[in-house]
């Protein structure tokens, strides 16, 4: 199976608190793309990041960061001194072939709703 | 540069009727995909159009179909509409063709069946 699980559905933190959204995947190609997109409640899915499965380099953009680790199957994502800006659902994706074998497109975990407050 | 843009933004139907949807991508963008979102299922692919055609498709029923315009707008038409249809329905647009890159989605058409 291919497949994105978001274990997490729901965290609350309160701001400047650091928080990690957790990401395993499962898949059997070896050449895959995993992705973050954020969810605002205006409701459209903002990239994030895209990380290919030859490159386990953590990243780090501002007060976000990626770990990818092949050995666990998982991409966790980690916000550092959380605002209430970053208040949204996020989705962890992967690139996978669709059942009709004519291409790929992005299959979404659940998504982890995060709510930071004052 | 004006993002995704999608038409209606909200709408109510009633079973059996069909709707219609619009999207117009990114200017220079020619690849317009579509999501469908709900709160069981979560979010999953409908199709991909390029060029005015289809070029991938998830696993929907045929009462789902598409087309794409050679200015790369898109619509999305659902026919004898059910109460499971009810959901956000997500327009993303990318320059060609693949999704190894990022995709840049409008706000969405939520619809609501009675």
């Known amino acids: 199976a291919q497949k994105v699980t978001q274990a997490q559905t729901e965290i609350s933190v309160v701001e400047k608190e650091d928080v990690t959204l957790d990401c395993v995947y499962e898949?059997?190609?070896?050449?895959?793309?995993l992705f973050w997109y954020k969810q605002p409640p205006s409701g459209e899915l903002v990239f994030l990041i895209r990380?290919?499965?030859?490159?386990?380099q953590n990243e780090i953009s501002g007060r976000y960061s990626w770990n990818f680790q092949k050995s666990t199957s998982s991409f966790n994502f980690t916000i550092t001194a959380s605002q209430v800006v970053d208040s949204a659902v996020y989705f962890c994706?992967?690139?996978?072939?669709?059942?009709?074998?004519?291409?790929?497109?992005?299959?979404f975990g659940k998504g982890t709703s995060l709510l930071v407050t004052p | 540069k004006a993002g995704v843009t999608q038409t209606p933004r909200y709408l109510i139907k009633t079973r059996g009727q069909q709707v219609t949807l619009s999207c117009s991508p990114i200017?220079?963008?020619?690849?317009v995909s579509w999501y469908q979102q709900t709160p069981g299922q979560g979010l999953q692919f409908l199709f991909e159009?390029?060029?005015?055609?289809?070029?991938n498709k998830g696993n929907f029923p045929g009462r789902f179909s598409g087309r794409q315009f050679s200015n790369s707008r898109s619509e999305m038409n659902v026919s004898t509409l059910e109460l499971g249809d009810s959901a956000l329905y997500l327009c993303?647009?990318?320059?060609?063709?693949?999704?190894?890159?990022?995709?840049?989605f409008g706000e969405g058409s939520r619809l609501t069946v009675l």
């Open positions: 990380r290919n499965s030859f490159d386990e």
């Open positions: 994706a992967l690139r996978t072939l669709t059942n009709s074998n004519s291409g790929y497109a992005l299959n």
């Open positions: 200017s220079g963008h020619r690849s």
């Open positions: 898949t059997r190609d070896t050449t895959y793309y």
């Open positions: 159009y390029f060029s005015e055609t289809q070029r």
């Open positions: 993303a647009s990318t320059p060609g063709r693949g999704n190894t890159g990022e995709l840049f």
